[in-house]
């Protein structure tokens, strides 16, 4: 674990200079708005290898996706359960970075390899149609006008629409 705030009674996001980042790290995993201490992450994290390469960052923005604008470059992955910003539970967004994509374990089921869903378009199997209808008249609903709430500007759109 990079960082905690345990010790603190949960009521602090670690700062940057306190992540204790391991050099041979995959990945960097943060929960962007994490809603059971209530914490919010005012920054995004980074980590860079000691030969200058940056670690994939993974980030839960199941309750911060479509809350203002987003700039996906900065991720490796983002998911994100629809049931918290989107719409109905049991459906997940996911976004990966391409080069990502083929990293799946070997033994990983292929229904869960981010590969084959994506040359599938999300469809290997029959996907959750009617989760992904709903989705879908939310994410109208945000491009149709809805104007953010978090203080980025009024005519500001989500990003993630189009990465979807
Ligand atoms: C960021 C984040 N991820 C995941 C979850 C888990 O969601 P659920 O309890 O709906 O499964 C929560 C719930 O509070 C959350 O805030």
Known sequence: MAASSEAGGNTAVPRPEQL????????????????????????????????????????????????????????????AGAQKNIGPAGLVVVIVREDLLDRARPDMPSLFGYKALAEAGSMVNTPATYSWYLAGLVFEWLEGGCRWTLGHGGDQRPQGRQAL
């Open 20 to 79: 204790e980042l391991s050099d041979d790290a995959a990945y960097l995993h943060y929960t962007a708005n994490e809603t059971i201490g209530g914490l919010a992450f005012d920054y995004t994290p980074r980590a860079v290898r000691p030969d200058g390469s940056e670690v994939p960052l993974v980030c839960d923005m199941s309750s911060s996706i479509l809350a203002g604008p987003l700039d996906v470059s900065q991720f490796g992955i983002i998911y």
